[in-house]
């Protein structure tokens, strides 16, 4: 945001809010990591190949396509706050479903579990960052990465806490359990303090039924996801987040196996490995704000993704096991800032829920084909060829950075 270097005081209501959307946050990146660091023993349990955990992962994707796709229209009809106690109490619950699918050694358990985590990490990734969005708006402050940052916080909590439970072999099923308890605590806190009328449609019937409205973005049907997408704008957006959303979800969703299977690591190790990637992400999520003061977000976002770039290079080319996992702390970094940056750009719209809900879209387009290519790839070239794909991507989206510019005063979105 062009103010941000005024860094004016948030009211209490605005602190508020922002504690509860950071603590959401935080329960969705401990319960990503505790995922993702207990996946060679989920694997383990399950007896699957790299394609058969690649379809396990599918579940994880769907889910996620279903809960984004649909949360822009909840969030327009119901709000932030019902759509984000609906996407939570789907989350906690996928949470548990993983822990007791992998106790039965069931691959379609683990997979609804995921689903279910998924479902509701879609669901409530329009709600937050809508209302997040609003927040900047009214204090004239960042929000959005740092809020970005309490997720990458929670995967190192995750991470770390995994990491320990791993090297004195504690029960998956337990491990989940814990996390959904836990984090059905902190949801049920948290939704009180989220408005109900953030997001919700400021058009009437009776304008949606009006000549023309159905295209504009507000009236939220089918052609006017459409319309949205004939906008260069967006959609140039749309594939910056599609490319650093598949950089993040790659190393979320194979980034302990990469480094045990591609580069001869032990499991302990490539969890640890993954622990310096999310604390990467973390790093540049929270120095985010005064970075883009500085510089603005078309520039941040031009290098954020020529360091992925780089470090994913590394990662894949380098065939020594610490330089590789040196290099994931680029991977990281780069990241770090895709998502939230891009997010907050599509906001600045005059209907931030339908431009939000089609970028954000778009980077769940990366975890739907993501999961199930690389590990289709994976079986054929090994897990390091397949993360070309994920490097060539990523170097292209530097050169669509532009979009994420201010727009000039009195413009269309």
Not at 71 to 90: E, L, Y
Not at 185 to 207: C, L, M, N, Y
Not at 248 to 272: F, I, R, T, Y
């Amino acid at each position: 945001m062009s103010s941000v270097a005024a860094r004016p005081a948030f009211t209490p209501q605005a602190a508020r809010r922002r504690a509860a959307i950071f603590a959401v946050m935080l329960v969705v990146g401990v319960g990503i990591a505790s995922w993702t660091v207990r996946t060679p023993a989920v694997r383990d349990l399950l007896h699957a190949s790299t394609a058969e955990m690649g379809l396990v992962l599918f579940g994880i994707s769907v889910g996620s396509m279903t809960g984004v796709l649909s949360s822009a229209a909840i969030v327009r009809s119901r709000g932030a706050q019902f759509t984000v106690a609906v996407g939570g109490s789907a989350f906690v619950t996928g949470m548990a479903l993983i822990g007791i699918g992998a106790a039965a050694a069931l691959d379609a358990g683990v997979f609804t579990g995921l689903a279910f985590v998924g479902l509701g990490a879609g669901l409530m990734e329009i709600a937050l960052n809508v209302e997040g969005a609003a927040i900047e708006t009214e204090s004239r402050r960042s929000v959005l990465p740092m809020m970005h940052g309490f997720f990458s916080l929670g995967t190192v909590v995750g991470a770390v806490a995994g990491i320990g439970l791993t090297a004195i072999s504690f029960p998956v099923v337990w491990h989940m359990s814990a996390v959904a308890i836990g984090g059905a605590a902190i949801v049920f806190w948290a939704v009180r303090r989220v408005p109900a009328e953030t997001g919700r449609s400021a058009v009437s019937p009776q304008d949606v039924s009006a000549p023309g409205a159905e295209a504009g973005p507000a009236g939220g049907g089918f052609r006017a996801q459409l319309g949205l997408w004939r906008q260069r704008r967006v959609l140039m957006l749309g594939l910056i987040v599609l490319a650093l959303a598949l950089a993040e979800g790659s190393a979320n969703d194979w980034l302990p196996l990469l480094m045990v299977d591609g580069h001869g690591a032990s499991p302990a190790l490539g969890s640890v490995i993954f622990t310096g990637f999310a604390l990467a992400m973390t790093a540049g999520r929270f120095a985010g704000e005064p970075l883009l003061a500085r510089f603005g977000n078309a520039a941040v976002l031009r290098v954020s993704a020529l360091v992925s770039a780089a470090g994913i290079a590394t990662v894949v080319f380098a065939d020594n096991v610490i330089i590789a996992g040196l290099a994931v702390a680029l991977w990281g970094l780069g990241a770090a800032l895709g998502f939230p940056v891009t997010l907050s750009a599509a906001a600045e719209s005059p209907d931030p829920t339908s431009t939000v809900g089609a970028v954000a879209s778009a980077g769940y387009v990366a975890f739907l084909v993501g999961p199930p290519l690389l590990g289709f790839l994976g079986d054929h070239v090994g897990l390091r060829g397949a993360m070309i794909v994920v490097l060539v991507v990523v170097a292209a989206a530097a050169t669509l950075t532009s979009a994420a510019k201010p727009l000039p005063a009195g413009s269309p979105s």
